[in-house]
């Protein structure tokens, strides 16, 4: 395919180590590195990432400083300073497998029709023990991918790309910062340093499908997200629920004008009861979390409308 290949590090005060092992994933890539450009957002680390990180490995690596905080904010720094015609997004606690590079140039060979896509994201705790249970899985942003899917609807969740390793063609992310100029609430949809929001990678994806493009995911991609026993805590699930249905409604607002239904009634309610009555204390926790973060939005919305 014509063009080179960018992976983009967005990053916030990352951990040295976490930091050290995405480079190291990426220094063992098959795709030679004098064929794709590396660029490290840093967004207000302190210290700054410059000071440390060791790029002298590659042919094309620099560090760019972003101020102003927030994922959405590094992302498209990192769009705005590469010049790849495919972006590889990569979280500064994502490891891509060897194959990752390559399988994606392919993936945009073989399937011209599709402009935002990614992979299975599996697990590396720190600490094993402290795991939550599966069904918590989409808190840390784990999911596994049977099968090869795309689709340009946006209501097709099972096909919608997420964040770590998302892979962007120039197209669209060229269209979705013209479309954030226009709309800057949009930049709150996703984290902020310790702000837990998120949805700016679907986003990102539900992009592509307005322009005509379908999203998809690929068994042969592969990320292994490492996770700080830190995220594993009750406290730091709940927070993360609770910003997570915050942002379901808050992206749909965004994007729609539109408050999306909310239910209602008895049965409404004995449904949620009954589905509760079979979680564990955790799980109820975490469940309740985010319906208080999906009518905090709500209100919030409401009064501001």
């Not at 927070?239 to 808050?250: D, Q």
């Not at 985010?290 to 939005?297: L, Y």
Request: glycine share 8%; with cysteine.
């Amino acid at each position: 395919m014509k063009g080179r290949l960018s992976v983009v590090i967005p990053t916030h005060d990352p951990r040295p180590g976490y930091l050290e092992a995405v480079l190291a994933g990426l220094r063992a890539q098959s795709l030679p590195a004098a064929e794709w450009e590396l660029v490290i957002v840093d967004n207000r680390s302190a210290p700054p990432v410059a000071g440390w990180v060791d790029l002298a490995w590659h042919p094309d690596a620099r560090v760019v400083r972003e101020e102003n905080l927030g994922l959405t904010r590094a992302r498209v720094a990192g769009f705005a300073q590469s010049s790849g015609e495919v972006i590889v997004l990569v979280d500064d606690d994502n490891v891509l497998a060897p194959v990752y590079l390559e399988r994606s140039l392919d993936i945009a060979a073989r399937f011209p029709f599709l402009a935002a896509w990614g992979g299975s994201i599996q697990p590396r705790f720190e600490d094993a023990g402290r795991a939550p249970p599966e069904s918590l899985n989409a808190l840390l942003t784990l999911r596994r991918v049977d099968s090869d899917l795309w689709s340009n609807d946006p209501g097709h969740h099972a096909s919608t790309p997420w964040g770590a390793g998302l892979c962007v063609r120039r197209t669209v992310a060229a269209k979705y910062m013209e479309e954030l100029n226009a709309s800057p609430a949009r930049y709150l949809l996703d984290l902020r340093g310790k702000v837990l929001v998120y949805g700016g990678d679907t986003d990102i994806a539900y992009t592509a499908c307005r322009m005509g493009y379908a999203k998809g995911v690929f068994r042969s991609l592969t990320v292994t997200h490492m996770i700080a026993s830190s995220r594993c805590t009750e406290e730091h699930l709940r927070r993360t629920a609770y910003g997570r249905g915050y942002s379901e409604v808050l992206h749909q607002y965004s994007l729609t004008g539109t408050l999306p239904a909310r239910p209602g009634g008895a049965g409404s309610w004995l449904r949620a009861r009954y589905r509760r009555w079979n979680m564990s204390s955790l799980e109820r926790a975490v469940d309740s979390a985010a319906e208080q973060g999906r009518n905090a939005a709500f209100l919030e919305i409401s009064a501001g409308a």
